[in-house]
């Protein structure tokens, strides 16, 4: 299979043709996973249609979905490349793509883009529900084929699609801090956005790994004054404290301390623990709401009594990826945080792509809540 690949990419090797262009690349530079293994390769680039960008990607971080891809906990179409948290600039567009803020995308604009793409006009679109478009592709999730091969951030370039939300990136926001954005940032404000999120409720994040700590930065930002963070680990608690939190305590003793509190308002659960989402359940002070986002994979089931449910006007709301406005939202949330140099800190310093099985290691054993990976 590999060597097809290759030899259909070496006749179509060409330069990017578009009415808009300012790059000498010839071609780009992507690790390739083939179900059994990263490799690198050269591919070509493509022939923009109508709509489209292409960017060079300045950076990318490893996300859990893609750990869990290529440790072999999820099915994605092969051969592919992986990787959907990123930046870059624009280097060639066609035709007039505009930016979420509906002003025109120019050459050399620094952007990030949502997860995937949506059309504007199914159903779901219509419904606010943008993020499962009936035609959605999403970036790191697809297969390769002949005229979208650079579908992820593992490469030196990234081949944009119409119907993707595009968001300007500030010339002086870091790297490191923009990078994640588009998923674990994007990802808590849509989730702050489904459930409502207001100054004045009582906050419990369950999790306090890349999600968890943002979630918490997210919830002082929006003026929360009480935000209780549990987790397992003993230095993610003390991370949280550092990003917000007004009191900690792990799983154990956590329903204590929200009882202190007579119940939360909103419950952030991140962890994916069926215990967690079982626990939480029982912190929901009346008119609580529940936004589970860390339950990705299927897992064992938890117990609901719906009368409690009922009659404690309890909402359980499920959070997966996000809108365009969403991503737009984090943006904003990451340039004003107070707390942005210690979110930038939770990315490591950015291995080489030709080292990309090295940085896999890495994230897998945890040095950071995010790995980066500099593709240029």
């Not at 996973?33 to 990607?57: F, H, K, N, Q, Y």
């Not at 992986?82 to 505009?98: D, K, M, Y």
């Not at 199914?122 to 999403?138: F, I, N, P």
């Not at 003993?234 to 003793?253: I, M, S, V, Y």
Request: glycine share 10%.
């Amino acid at each position: 299979m590999a060597p097809r690949r290759k030899g259909r990419l070496m006749e179509q090797e060409r330069t990017a043709q578009s009415a808009h262009t300012r790059t000498p690349d010839a071609t780009a530079t992507a690790a390739v996973w083939s179900g059994d293994a990263l490799t690198i390769e050269r591919l070509a680039l493509p022939r923009l249609a109508p709509g489209e960008v292409l960017v060079r990607t300045e950076l990318a971080t490893i996300c859990g979905s893609d750990l869990h891809t290529l440790n072999g906990d999820r099915q994605t179409p092969v051969p592919t490349i992986l990787g959907h948290e990123a930046i870059g600039e624009v280097i060639a567009l066609e035709g007039e793509p505009r930016c979420t803020d509906g002003t025109p995308l120019a050459l050399s604009d620094r952007v990030t883009w949502t997860i995937g793409t949506a059309c504007g006009e199914c159903d779901r679109c219509a419904a606010g529900l943008s993020q499962k478009c009936e035609s959605v592709r999403k970036y790191g999730h697809e297969a390769m084929d002949d005229h979208w091969s650079l579908s992820g951030g593992f490469a030196s370039h990234i081949h944009l699609l119409p119907g993707t939300g595009l968001v300007r990136v500030p010339p002086d926001m870091e790297a490191a801090l923009a990078a994640p954005a588009n998923c674990a940032t994007a990802t808590v404000a849509g989730a702050a956005r489904r459930v409502a999120l207001d100054a004045r409720d009582t906050v419990v994040v369950m999790g306090c790994g890349m999600l968890g700590l943002t979630a918490i930065a997210y919830a002082r930002d929006r003026g929360c004054s009480t935000v209780i963070a549990s987790d397992v680990d003993p230095r993610r608690l003390r991370l949280a404290r550092e990003f917000g939190a007004t009191a900690t305590a792990t799983p154990k003793a956590l329903g204590d301390a929200v009882g202190r509190e007579r119940g939360a308002d909103v419950v952030f659960e991140l962890s994916g623990s069926h215990r967690a989402v079982q626990a939480a359940l029982g912190l929901v002070a009346i008119g609580g709401r529940i936004a589970l986002v860390g339950s990705v994979s299927p897992g064992p089931a938890v117990q609901v009594d719906p009368s409690s449910v009922v009659k404690n006007l309890t909402s359980i709301v499920g959070c997966h990826n996000y809108r365009a406005d969403d991503l737009e939202d984090a943006i904003g949330f990451l340039q004003r945080s107070a707390v942005r140099d210690g979110l930038a800190r939770l990315v490591s310093t950015p291995w080489p792509l030709a080292e990309i099985v090295e940085a896999v290691g890495a994230a897998n054993a945890g040095t950071h809540p995010r790995v980066a990976v500099d593709p240029r």
